[in-house]
């Protein structure tokens, strides 16, 4: 199994912050079968980011994934109070399709 | 547009069955790989099992041999039969359209999930 360890496991940032997220592989993932999600209470999870790099239909530019290998960002350049909320990093190269345990984000 | 409703969740005791369903309107869940994973509460994102176009199907190692995924391509409807439920499968399930594009592999569609409560 791909254990995903995503860190920090809270983020304590103001609006305009930037907030950067980082999730580490145990074995090398495809960049073309990983994605980052967003996920606020009540609601479905959101994908942002799919392919380590690439927007979701109609999300906002200021979030951008990078990342190969064992080691993938989600970087929110300036946040908005809408992005407060825990972002989970998934892998699909191996079953099981595992997530991170994520990573909330949560206004200071 | 991609909707995903799903229904069939409650208080279930200890030991006890459950199914799930899934319906589907503005793709065919046949030409897609349909997902479904849980939220125990206060917890994370678990991924539970898939059903691949194929017809082919997968599962945590946590619900192997007790759950059971399938659709019915005349509804287009996805379900997941879960026996033998435990307290530790408490957990909203939602159902997950994951789809090919180019290259690239992801679940792009959520429904709103329905809460499974195993307690007695």
């Known amino acids: 199994e791909i254990v995903l360890t995503q860190s920090p496991g809270t983020l304590s940032l103001s609006p305009g912050d930037r907030g950067t997220l980082s999730c580490r592989a145990s074995q090398s993932v495809s960049s073309t079968s990983f994605a980052w999600y967003q996920h606020k209470p009540g609601q479905a999870p959101r994908l942002l980011i799919y392919g380590a790099s690439n927007r979701a239909t109609g999300i906002p530019d200021r979030f951008s994934g990078s990342g190969s290998g064992t080691d993938f960002t989600l970087t929110i350049s300036r946040l908005e109070p809408e992005d407060f909320a825990v972002y989970y990093c998934?892998?699909?190269?191996?079953?099981?399709?595992?997530f991170g345990q994520g990573t909330k984000v949560e206004i200071k | 547009e991609v909707q995903l409703v799903e229904t069939g969740g409650g208080l279930i005791q200890p030991g006890g069955s459950l199914r799930l369903s899934c319906a589907a309107s503005?793709?065919?869940?046949?030409?897609?790989?349909m997902n479904w994973v849980r939220q125990a509460p206060g917890k994370g994102l678990e991924w539970v099992s898939v059903i691949y176009s194929d017809g082919s199907t997968d599962y945590a190692e946590s619900v192997k041999g007790r759950f059971t995924i399938s659709r019915d391509n005349s509804k287009n409807a996805v379900y997941l039969q879960m026996n033998t439920l435990r307290a530790e499968d408490t957990a909203v399930y939602y159902c997950?359209?994951?789809?090919?594009?180019?290259?690239?592999?992801?679940?792009?569609?959520w429904g709103q999930g329905t809460l499974v409560t195993v307690s007695s």
């Open positions: 998934q892998q699909y190269v191996r079953s099981p399709w595992t």
């Open positions: 503005g793709f065919t869940v046949n030409r897609n790989y």
């Open positions: 997950a359209r994951g789809l090919w594009s180019g290259s690239y592999f992801y679940v792009d569609s």
